[in-house]
Structure formats: structure tokens, C-alpha cells
């Protein structure tokens, strides 16, 4: 399998609920991103993990927590969310040398669609 | 910080050339990415400018001129399958390179 997968495509949750949502990439990058879509907003960056350190972190609420294992595998944690928070949540990953990324820039996984009830 | 403006829709028939402007203001600039996104799809690159000109690849160019903070995207002999989320991004020079990206232009391609 190559390129970027993302786990589950579609999630409904409560607001007292814990959920997971999974990216794992197959492309050898070195960095990944959450990144939250809402209608008529731009993409929002989430997080930046490079070589499975946290680098980044956009003031984004403590209910959404994030983990990297491994270069691989990327989670997102949630707890306790507002119907706010549903949205499209991207992930996506990339080759980043010397401070630089490819011309590529990122490929995306499919995202999961989050509706908070 | 960055700020990204691009129409929030466009239409055109197909056949047809179009060409979607995109203009940012940027603290630190380090290469200007369009993305193509589908409904319920992911992104997925069309093309990279870092430096002025224009870089063409098949029905698609795309134009970036840095001392006016302005880049489009011309799509011709448009298709019914180009209609999309068509998204301007652009990465910054700190030391993870991250994207930031504007809200999107749809594009609505009719018969």
C-alpha cells in the first residue's frame, strides 16, 4: 500500500465520548501534519511532528491531543468535544531536509469526517 | 504570518480556459503550491513556483510573481472531471517549511 491512509473515513461522536483518528503513511517522510478543514474556512494547521518529535503546536485546545510512535504512524486523540469541532481532519506528511521540503510539499490522506453531536 | 485571498468561486464551460488569481502577503516565503481537491477527497498537488514565471504541465500552468505577492492558476480545454476545490498554498521559510493554505476557489465546469 503506498501513499497516505487515513482511519476511520467517517466517525460520530457524542461530546462525553474518547475517539482516535489514525494516519499511517507508506513514502518514507520524515514529517507529518494534522490539519482541521471547515466549510469556507482555510485548512488549519493542527500540528507538526518531524522525526516523531512535536515541532508544532497551532494553540489548538487540549481536547485534541496528538501522538507520532513512529515515523509511520500519526494519532489524533479527542476527548470532550464541541460541535465546533466538527470538520474534515487532513493528514498529511513530507520529505523535509535541511529546513526544506520537496517541491511536492505534502500528500494528503482522504481525512476523516468528524460530526460532533 | 500569512494571508491568502483567492475567489471563493468561479464557473466556466467546458472547453473553456480559466484562470484563478491568488494573491498573499507573507512574512517568510519559500515556494507557491496549487492544490486540486474533490468533494470528500484529499488534496492533490498540481504545481510548485518558487521562483517569477510560469511553469507549465499539460492543460495546467500556473504564474508567480514575488515583488506583487501574485500567483494564478490557468486551466485549460477545462472537463466536466476538472470541476473542483481549487486550494493556494504558501510555505514559509521557518524551519519546518509548513503551508499555509487560502480558503479555496470551487470551481463549477458546465456543458
Known amino acids: 500500500e503506498t501513499g497516505v491512509t487515513q482511519t476511520p473515513r467517517h466517525l460520530v461522536m457524542g461530546m462525553t465520548n474518547k475517539k482516535s483518528l489514525k494516519c499511517e503513511q507508506h513514502?518514507?517522510?520524515?514529517?507529518m501534519y494534522w490539519y482541521k478543514q471547515s466549510a469556507k474556512k482555510p485548512l488549519e494547521l493542527m500540528f507538526v511532528?518531524?522525526?516523531?518529535?512535536?515541532?508544532e503546536n497551532n494553540s489548538v485546545p487540549s481536547r485534541f491531543s496528538p501522538e507520532c510512535p513512529n515515523s509511520s504512524h500519526l494519532f489524533l486523540h479527542l476527548h470532550t468535544l464541541q460541535p465546533e469541532d466538527s470538520a474534515l481532519y487532513l493528514c498529511?506528511?513530507?520529505?523535509?531536509?535541511?529546513?526544506?521540503?520537496?517541491?511536492?510539499?505534502?500528500?494528503f490522506g482522504s481525512g476523516t469526517r468528524l460530526t460532533v453531536v | 504570518g500569512q494571508n491568502i485571498d483567492q475567489p471563493t468561486e468561479m464557473t466556466a464551460t467546458e472547453g473553456a480556459i480559466v484562470q484563478i488569481n491568488c494573491t498573499y502577503q507573507?512574512?517568510?516565503?519559500?515556494?507557491l503550491f496549487w492544490y486540486q481537491q474533490h468533494a470528500g477527497e484529499a488534496p492533490t498537488f498540481l504545481s510548485y513556483?518558487?521562483?517569477?514565471g510560469l511553469e507549465e504541465k499539460g492543460r495546467f500552468s500556473s504564474f508567480l510573481s514575488r515583488s506583487k505577492g501574485y500567483s494564478y492558476l490557468l486551466l485549460k480545454e477545462l472537463q466536466m472531471k476538472d470541476s473542483a476545490s481549487y486550494l493556494c498554498?504558501?510555505?514559509?521559510?521557518?524551519?519546518?517549511?509548513?503551508?499555509?493554505f487560502g480558503k479555496g476557489t470551487m470551481l463549477l465546469v458546465s456543458p
Open positions: 511532528y518531524s522525526l516523531e518529535e512535536r515541532v
Open positions: 513556483n518558487v521562483l517569477d
Open positions: 498554498a504558501v510555505r514559509d521559510n521557518s524551519g519546518y517549511s509548513t503551508l499555509t
Open positions: 507573507t512574512s517568510g516565503f519559500n515556494g
Open positions: 513514502l518514507g517522510h520524515n514529517a
Open positions: 498529511a506528511s513530507s520529505q523535509v531536509l535541511w529546513g526544506e521540503q520537496g517541491s511536492r510539499g505534502y500528500t
